[in-house]
């Protein structure tokens, strides 16, 4: 087990490494914003480029630049966004909003999925699952950019129950900023409702009806005794480790659902950033995108060997 996660962790930053060194190199082929363009920002914004090696070949400032960022933490300064301002501290101060839409999300989804998903299983070939099955098809078929619209349409424009955008401001945990981020994490949550459920539903219909739940029952157990204390904690197994990965990725946020409803997150960071040209956000947001996303990969692989016993991973 400790050499397979030594050797994920490894191939996670050989990967990390490709995909930032294509990221630089396509970066670099594309035009540069004339220094001359930022007025009186404009000697900082030549010193940053000067040190970060823009006259020199793309091999030296591909160096400068794992030197620099990923072994010093230094990833420039904005020159569009925040103009001269540094970019990591810039990221950093976007974090805690997508960390409270997202956690709230995750705290309205998990459940929700989960509930739904045993009570389909439970109801299986009845209308209840046929019910149930359609909207979890529905919901994930539609993306999470239509349910955002609609959501706005119904609740904030027609009903006014909510606001269109969020709260301006930084205390993120009271009842006024809850009320407003509210839209967006119904539209994040349509989603993880689904994709919970249809898993919890697929895996515990087919504990329902393995041999040892027979067993079970011809033992003196009721259904609902055999389905709380085998069917469950066995359908749980594959299905704990996608809510674990959830939550790893609980900070990339959503790139779309915040550009609509005006989060300041790290997501609209990124589709700014993009748009703006700011190429020093764009490398420091792939290296943490991407590192979330492999983060979330590997906890979800080495979770099953520690939810379940009976799984070890890396051995022949």
Known sequence: ??????????????????????????????????????????NL???????????KPILV??????????????????????????????????????????????????PLGLLLGIYAALKKNKWQD????????????????????????LLCFKLKWFPLQMNSGTDWF?????????????????GSISSLARYTRAELSEVLTSDFMLLARTKGLTRAQATVRHALRNSMVPVFPIILGEFVGILSGSLIIEKIFGIPGVGQL?????????????????????????TAGIVV????GFIDPRIRMGER
């Open 301 to 304: 692989d080495i979770s099953y």
């Open 1 to 42: 087990m400790f050499k397979y996660v030594l050797k994920r962790i490894a191939l996670m930053f050989f990967v990390l490494f490709v995909i930032l060194t294509m990221c630089f190199v396509l970066v670099k082929l594309l035009p540069v914003i004339d220094a001359n363009q930022f007025g009186k920002d404009m």
């Open 174 to 190: 009271t009842l006024p900023m809850f009320l407003s981020v509210v839209p967006a994490v119904l539209s994040l949550g349509f």
């Open 61 to 110: 400032q591909y160096g400068i630049f794992l030197k620099r960022s990923l072994l010093g933490g230094d990833w420039g300064i904005s020159e569009a966004l925040y103009r001269g301002q540094d970019v990591w501290s810039v990221f950093v101060s976007k974090i805690p909003a997508t960390l409270m839409v997202n956690i709230y999300s995750m705290i309205f989804s998990v």
């Open 45 to 55: 914004i030549k010193q940053r480029r000067e040190a970060l090696g823009y006259n």
């Open 130 to 153: 046929y019910v149930i099955s359609t909207a979890i098809m529905v919901c994930i078929s539609v993306p999470s950019y239509v349910y955002a619209l609609l959501v706005q349409y």
């Open 270 to 294: 990124y589709v700014n950033s993009i748009t703006a040209l700011d190429y020093n956000f764009f490398m420091l947001l792939s290296a943490f995108y991407t590192l979330i996303g492999l």
